[in-house]
């Protein structure tokens, strides 16, 4: 049986977006998820397929589904666009990247 490969992390494909919202979830005073930060998963793309969106799940959900009662939205200020992070039982689980630069994966220009 062959074993799928380990989603890769965040920070070895957009290390700059992760020191970005370690920065910001610092000041508005998330240090729980400013560390929780470094450890997550690019599972996949939002899939909408609009040009702004840049939008990536951070585990394995499927789409269209709530997340629940032990969800919420922890929106950030950064200097461009919109970054919102959907967190679930304190684990990051979704990060809305919105109207911002491209993100440049590190893996392919390095």
Same mark, same amino acid.
């Given at each position: 049986m062959r074993r799928e490969a380990e989603p890769p992390l965040v920070r070895d494909v957009f290390p700059?977006? #992760?020191? $970005?919202?370690?920065?910001?979830? *610092?000041? $508005?005073?998330? @240090?729980?998820l400013s560390v929780v930060v470094h450890d997550i998963r690019l599972f996949g793309? /939002?899939? /909408?397929? *609009?040009? &702004? %969106?840049?939008? &990536?799940?951070?585990?394995?959900? !499927?789409p269209g589904t709530p997340y629940g009662p032990r969800h919420r %939205? #922890?929106?950030?200020?950064? $200097? @461009?666009?919109?970054?919102?992070l959907d967190v679930v039982a304190g684990r990051i689980v979704y990060v809305? #990247?919105? *109207?911002? !630069? !491209?993100l440049h994966d590190r893996r392919t220009t390095s």
């Open positions: 700059e977006l #992760v020191d $970005e919202l370690t920065r910001l979830l *610092d000041e $508005e005073g998330e @240090r729980d793309p /939002c899939g /909408c397929g *609009d040009d &702004f %969106c840049q939008s &990536f799940r951070t585990s394995d959900h !499927p %939205c #922890v929106p950030l200020l950064p $200097e @461009r666009g919109m970054l919102n809305e #990247v919105i *109207d911002r !630069p !491209p």
